[in-house]
């Protein structure tokens, strides 16, 4: 655009037209230099703001989440509440001063956080204090406080991930029931139940046992070391079995109190003999029982039969002494014989128990005797 020079004045006055036309010709040159500048400017490569741009700064989100100066937008003095000062408040940062009363920091630590989500009583974030420690927290209208949860620190998460994840039982806490048939060598570490299984201590046992594996692998040549512990349900009877570096070790049964208790047989007497009968009415029946060990006890008192290695009587089955046995017993004495009597009694390893001689004519024999029965 080209700028047009007016007309000069032109009086008979020449002072007064110099004057006008002074004042025109510096109008001009304003004129001249404005249009350069605008010249200029379109003349400019860069980019200048379009009418979308300055739409999209006028509609943007004009909401603070900081101070002016990046700090904290929210400071919550000791005697306030994080939920009041935040409560209504969209996103935003804060800082909780020590012993703030809803704060989760230590009563001596300061809390800082940010609001991610928030309207008028919902909101949702996240802070830590200046001892550490990290914490998300929640709240919705229908709360009256602020609810908090710890974040785990690295210890803690090392310590989840290096536990052991191996579970002892079902999701219900109870024994697992495991199928009949089972071989109990294969059951790795816990506690089972079942019935009909494989390598019982006793062999063919169709009862009911709880079984307890405890499993270990050897450091050196990965070989499995293993004791298993079984216990028989009806009779409460248990045995443990041990895995070594050269395999089953075998069953040994547990020893308690019950088995003291002795299951006393009666056998009867033969070859003339007869049970002892004393004045006082005692109880002199031979009897027989087999502890727990395998010790095999008799005592009674007889009379009256043939001597020699016919048996006065027989043990019961599995009271049979693994080899020959002498036992001397003692006499009662009649015919005038003073002092202490003796019998010679002899017990046969296929159960007879015979009354070989006697040192005088006696009126009872005493069999009182303990030996290992034979295994088997």
């Not at 209504?88 to 703030?100: E, I, L, Q, R, W």
């Not at 802070?127 to 709360?143: Q, R």
């Not at 050269?246 to 049970?275: S, Y």
Request: net charge neutral.
């Amino acid at each position: 655009m080209d700028i047009k020079s007016p007309k000069l004045f032109e009086t008979s006055d020449k002072a007064h037209a110099d004057l006008f036309n002074d004042m025109v010709k510096v109008l001009l040159e304003n004129d001249s230099g404005l249009l350069d500048q605008i010249i200029g400017h379109i003349d400019d490569t860069k980019p200048h703001a379009s009418a979308a741009e300055k739409k999209k700064w006028n509609e943007s989100q004009l909401y603070k989440i900081t101070a002016d100066d990046g700090r904290h937008l929210i400071a919550v003095p000791a005697d306030g509440s994080i939920f009041n000062a935040i409560k209504d408040k969209g996103m935003c940062t804060f800082v909780a001063y020590p012993g703030v009363e809803d704060s989760p920091a230590p009563s001596n630590a300061y809390l800082r956080g940010i609001q991610t989500v928030g309207q008028n009583n919902i909101g949702t974030g996240f802070a830590v204090d200046t001892s550490g420690n990290a914490y998300y927290f929640y709240y919705n209208s229908s709360h009256i406080s602020i609810t908090w949860t710890q974040l785990p620190s690295v210890a803690e998460r090392n310590k989840w991930n290096n536990g052991q994840l191996y579970r002892l039982t079902p999701n219900d806490g109870r024994v697992a029931r495991i199928p009949n048939g089972t071989d109990i060598f294969t059951l790795p570490t816990g506690p089972y139940m079942g019935a009909q299984l494989l390598n019982l201590p006793v062999d063919n046992d169709q009862s009911f046992y709880y079984i307890d594996v405890t499993e270990t692998s050897h450091m050196s040549n990965d070989v499995i070391l293993k004791k298993i512990t079984a216990t028989r349900s009806f009779d409460n009877k248990t045995w443990i079995g041990t895995f070594h570096t050269r395999g089953f070790i075998g069953w040994e049964r547990i020893i308690t109190r019950g088995d003291a208790k002795l299951d006393w047989k009666f056998p009867t007497i033969r070859n003339g003999w007869k049970t002892y009968k004393s004045e006082v009415n005692n109880d002199y029946r031979v009897r027989v029982a087999k502890d727990a060990m395998g010790i095999v006890h008799v005592t009674g008192a007889i009379t009256g039969g043939t001597l020699g290695d016919v048996g006065a009587f027989m043990l019961p089955e599995g009271c049979e002494p693994p080899f020959p046995l002498y036992n001397v017993g003692i006499a009662s004495s009649t015919g005038g014989f003073k002092g202490p009597q003796f019998s010679r009694q002899y017990i046969a390893t296929d159960g007879r128990f015979c009354i070989q001689d006697t040192s005088s004519n006696t009126e009872f024999i005493v069999v009182n005797c303990m030996f290992k029965a034979k295994e088997g």
